[in-house]
């Protein structure tokens, strides 16, 4: 088992630009989640979703959007990018009990410059 | 919605001495509360979780306490080891059951030789 995959690793915005980031796992898990996490900070969730077709906000997902058309993956996507998105991004994945623990992610490094 | 503080933000310690950070959760009906460990460079990792049943839970030099009446719960790492240089994240499920899971803000411990 892959776990939870992300890609890019790293990727440099020009402000204004958009992009997606990539989530995918192959645990069948229902519960998808994405954090983004500021240097010395902790961890802020954008957006979660509890099963295919299901998205809801987070803590601070102005700027961002995602969408779950199915199990596997979870995108987040940027439509104009902006400097204090820089941050690196962490998605997440827990299967059906909603108390499991969380698998995250090797995390993507994201600049806006 | 949940919100969970986490102190002391920086915290360290001689080798061999005890370690403990403290976490408050605003929603009283929250009812899991893991704690992550993240690595330098790394993903946060879980390393051990209470439920809102029970008091205390400890698994090996690392067990965690909980308070209901208070909403805080404390993580008490004992004879610390320069591997245990990291930085913590306590986190309270929201009480509904949507998944939901909230972060505090980290504690980066360092642990002298």
């Known amino acids: 088992n892959a776990g939870v995959t992300q890609t890019p690793k790293f990727r440099i915005l020009k402000i204004g630009q958009s992009m997606t980031l990539q989530c995918t796992q192959d645990?069948?898990?229902?519960?998808m989640y994405w954090y983004r996490q500021d240097p010395g900070m902790g961890l802020k969730l954008i957006y979660y979703?509890?099963?295919?077709?299901?998205?809801d906000k987070g803590e601070v997902p102005n700027g961002y959007n995602v969408s779950r058309s199915t199990t596997e993956d979870f995108p987040l996507r940027l439509e104009l990018a902006a400097p204090s998105q820089t941050s690196v991004y962490f998605c997440?994945?827990?299967?059906?009990?909603?108390?499991?623990?969380?698998?995250f992610g090797s995390g993507t490094q994201l600049s806006v410059l | 919605g949940e919100n969970v503080e986490q102190h002391p933000s920086t915290l360290s310690v001689q080798e061999g001495d005890s370690a403990v950070i403290k976490c408050t959760y605003s929603?009283?009906?929250?009812?899991?509360f893991p704690w992550y460990k993240q690595e330098l460079g790394k993903r946060p990792q879980l390393i051990i979780d209470?439920?809102?049943?029970?008091g205390e839970k400890k698994d090996q030099r690392i067990a965690v306490t909980l308070n209901k009446t208070a909403k805080h719960f404390s993580l008490h790492i004992t004879e610390t080891q320069p591997e245990d240089s990291a930085v913590y994240f306590c986190?309270?499920?929201?009480?509904?059951?949507?998944?939901?899971?909230?972060f505090g803000q980290g504690t980066t411990l360092q642990v002298k030789p």
């Open positions: 645990m069948n898990h229902n519960y």
């Open positions: 997440a994945s827990k299967g059906r009990q909603v108390d499991e623990k969380l698998f």
């Open positions: 209470i439920r809102s049943n029970v």
């Open positions: 986190a309270a499920r929201d009480g509904r059951n949507t998944g939901k899971l909230i």
């Open positions: 929603d009283s009906a929250s009812n899991y």
């Open positions: 979703s509890v099963g295919a077709g299901i998205t």
